[in-house]
C-alpha cells in the first residue's frame, strides 16, 4: 500500500518488502509526502544482501592408518540453512589427488543436506594431506581437511604368491609359472627372493649349498615407482 490516511492521535506500521537482485550492501531512498506540507521527508532501507548459507560437517577427516591400495570412504555431510536454493561444487585441491570426490556437484533446497563421498585408495606408506574446496554459488566457500597414514605395502601381484601350485609334473622336467608384479607406490622398491626349505610346518633358509628344486628369475630387481615386472 503506497499512500493511505492516519487518524488522528494515532499510529500505523508500514511495511517494506525487499527483493535483492545483487550480492553486497544496499541503499534505498523512500520519500513519504504529507498532504499539506511541502516537505518531503525521506527514510533510508539499508539492507546487505547475501548468498545461501552452506555448512560443511565436519571440518577434518582422518582416515587415520590406511593400508595402501584399499579404497576407503568417508562421509562429508552438506547443509543449506538458508531459506533459497544453493548450488555447490566439490573437488580436491591437489590434481590427481588420492582422493575422490563423489558426486562433484550438488543442488540443495532451503534446509536441505546431502553427503558427499570421500574416497580414499593411499598408493605409498607415508602422510598424506589434502584438502576439499567446497564452492557455494554466490555464497561463502567452505573446505574440508583430509589426511591419512599409508601402512603397508603398495606392492601388488593379482594372482596370490601365498601358495605356487605347480600341480603334478614329471620328474626332470622344467615347468615355468609366470607372474605380474607391480609397484604402484611413488618411490623404488627392491625385490629380492630367497630360497626356503618347509620344516615342521615352518620356513627355515637353506643352509646346504644344494640345487634348489624353485627358483626365481631373476632373484633380484628394482621396480620403479608406477612400474611392473613379469617374473
Known sequence: QASGSVPPASSHVVTF???????????????????????????????NSIGPIVTVEPALLDWGNAKCLEPVTRLVRVTNSSVIDASVKAFMKTKGSLWVVSPKALQLRPYESKSIELTLTIDEATK?????????????????????KGVSTPMTCKESLSVIDFGTQYTTQT????????????????LQWIAEALVDGKT????????????????????????????
Open 128 to 148: 598424506m594431506t589434502d584438502l576439499m574446496h567446497v564452492v557455494v554459488d554466490e555464497g561463502e566457500d567452505r573446505q574440508v581437511t583430509c589426511k591419512a
Open 17 to 47: 518488502t525487499l527483493t535483492a537482485y545483487k550480492l553486497g550492501p544496499l541503499q534505498i531512498p523512500i520519500n513519504i509526502r504529507v498532504l499539506g506540507h511541502n516537505q518531503v521527508q525521506q527514510i533510508m532501507l539499508t539492507a
Open 204 to 231: 627355515k633358509k637353506s643352509e646346504v649349498q644344494e640345487e634348489p628344486i624353485f627358483s626365481v628369475s631373476p632373484d633380484t630387481w628394482t621396480l620403479d615407482a608406477k612400474h611392473g615386472f613379469r617374473y
Open 175 to 190: 615347468i615355468t609359472r609366470e607372474f605380474f608384479i607391480e609397484n604402484r607406490g611413488r618411490k623404488p622398491r627392491k
